[in-house]
Protein backbone atom coordinates (compact mmCIF):
# COMPACT_ATOMS: atom_id res chain seq x y z
CA UNK A 1 0.00 0.00 0.00
CA UNK A 2 1.14 3.32 -0.63
CA UNK A 3 0.25 7.08 0.81
CA UNK A 4 -0.28 10.03 -1.33
CA UNK A 5 0.29 13.41 -0.27
CA UNK A 6 -0.58 16.60 -2.02
CA UNK A 7 -0.17 19.42 -1.50
CA UNK A 8 -1.74 22.07 -3.79
CA UNK A 9 -3.94 25.09 -4.40
CA UNK A 10 -7.21 25.70 -2.66
CA UNK A 11 -8.99 26.58 -5.30
CA UNK A 12 -7.82 23.40 -7.24
CA UNK A 13 -9.48 21.29 -4.20
CA UNK A 14 -13.36 20.15 -6.21
CA UNK A 15 -11.95 19.37 -9.32
CA UNK A 16 -9.12 17.24 -8.32
CA UNK A 17 -11.47 15.78 -5.73
CA UNK A 18 -14.30 14.83 -8.05
CA UNK A 19 -11.78 13.53 -10.47
CA UNK A 20 -10.54 11.28 -8.21
CA UNK A 21 -13.70 10.57 -6.80
CA UNK A 22 -15.23 9.76 -11.00
CA UNK A 23 -12.14 7.30 -11.19
CA UNK A 24 -13.25 5.18 -7.87
CA UNK A 25 -10.92 6.87 -5.67
CA UNK A 26 -13.47 7.58 -3.11
CA UNK A 27 -11.05 7.79 0.58
CA UNK A 28 -9.99 11.23 0.59
CA UNK A 29 -8.57 13.25 3.69
CA UNK A 30 -8.53 17.35 2.65
CA UNK A 31 -6.94 19.77 5.40
CA UNK A 32 -6.52 23.62 5.19
CA UNK A 33 -2.31 24.08 6.21
CA UNK A 34 -0.51 27.28 5.46
CA UNK A 35 3.00 26.64 4.12
CA UNK A 36 6.16 28.63 3.18
CA UNK A 37 7.12 29.86 -0.29
CA UNK A 38 9.18 31.75 -2.30
CA UNK A 39 7.10 34.91 -2.18
CA UNK A 40 6.83 34.68 -5.89
CA UNK A 41 3.15 34.36 -6.20
CA UNK A 42 1.80 38.01 -6.64
CA UNK A 43 -1.16 36.41 -4.58
CA UNK A 44 1.03 35.23 -2.10
CA UNK A 45 0.46 37.26 1.44
CA UNK A 46 2.22 36.79 5.20
CA UNK A 47 0.13 34.51 7.67
CA UNK A 48 -1.77 36.45 10.61
CA UNK A 49 -1.47 32.94 12.42
CA UNK A 50 2.39 31.77 11.97
CA UNK A 51 5.21 34.72 11.24
CA UNK A 52 6.81 32.35 9.23
CA UNK A 53 4.20 30.95 6.08
CA UNK A 54 2.75 33.01 3.19
CA UNK A 55 0.61 30.88 1.37
CA UNK A 56 -2.60 29.16 1.75
CA UNK A 57 -2.59 25.55 1.13
CA UNK A 58 -4.58 22.52 0.99
CA UNK A 59 -3.67 18.82 1.62
CA UNK A 60 -5.05 15.54 0.05
CA UNK A 61 -4.34 12.35 1.50
CA UNK A 62 -4.94 9.08 -0.14
CA UNK A 63 -3.90 5.57 1.13
CA UNK A 64 -4.13 3.18 -1.98
CA UNK A 65 -2.80 0.15 -3.75
CA UNK A 66 0.15 0.19 -5.26
CA UNK A 67 -0.87 -0.30 -8.44
CA UNK A 68 -2.75 2.68 -8.04
CA UNK A 69 -0.04 4.84 -7.91
CA UNK A 70 0.58 6.53 -11.77
CA UNK A 71 -3.19 7.01 -11.88
CA UNK A 72 -3.50 8.78 -9.02
CA UNK A 73 -0.55 10.49 -9.54
CA UNK A 74 -1.68 11.37 -13.05
CA UNK A 75 -4.56 12.43 -12.18
CA UNK A 76 -3.64 15.08 -9.78
CA UNK A 77 -1.30 16.15 -11.75
CA UNK A 78 -2.77 16.71 -14.97
CA UNK A 79 -5.64 19.60 -12.99
CA UNK A 80 -2.70 20.92 -10.98
CA UNK A 81 -0.44 22.21 -13.40
CA UNK A 82 -0.57 25.42 -14.77
CA UNK A 83 3.35 25.34 -15.09
CA UNK A 84 3.43 28.28 -12.36
CA UNK A 85 5.42 28.91 -9.36
CA UNK A 86 3.08 27.23 -6.60
CA UNK A 87 1.49 24.52 -8.68
CA UNK A 88 1.99 22.29 -5.57
CA UNK A 89 3.94 18.99 -5.14
CA UNK A 90 2.87 15.20 -4.30
CA UNK A 91 5.17 12.63 -1.62
CA UNK A 92 4.43 8.80 -2.52
CA UNK A 93 5.28 6.99 1.04
CA UNK A 94 5.51 3.26 1.71
CA UNK A 95 2.50 2.22 3.94
CA UNK A 96 3.59 -0.68 5.99
CA UNK A 97 0.55 -1.73 7.95
CA UNK A 98 -3.55 -0.24 8.00
CA UNK A 99 -5.96 -1.09 10.71
CA UNK A 100 -9.48 -0.84 10.31
CA UNK A 101 -10.24 0.57 13.94
CA UNK A 102 -13.88 -0.63 13.92
CA UNK A 103 -12.82 -4.27 13.23
CA UNK A 104 -9.13 -4.69 13.92
CA UNK A 105 -8.64 -6.06 10.47
CA UNK A 106 -4.84 -5.23 9.07
CA UNK A 107 -4.68 -3.79 5.48
CA UNK A 108 -8.47 -4.01 4.80
CA UNK A 109 -9.17 -7.27 5.10
CA UNK A 110 -13.11 -8.30 4.99
Do not use: C, W
Not at 41 to 62: G, W
Amino acid sequence: MKEIKAFIRPNKVNEIVHRLIDNGFENITISSAEGTGKLQDENAFVSRKFSVTDSLIAKIEMVINNNEVEKVVNIISEYLRTLNPGDGILYVSDVERAFRVKTNLENGEE
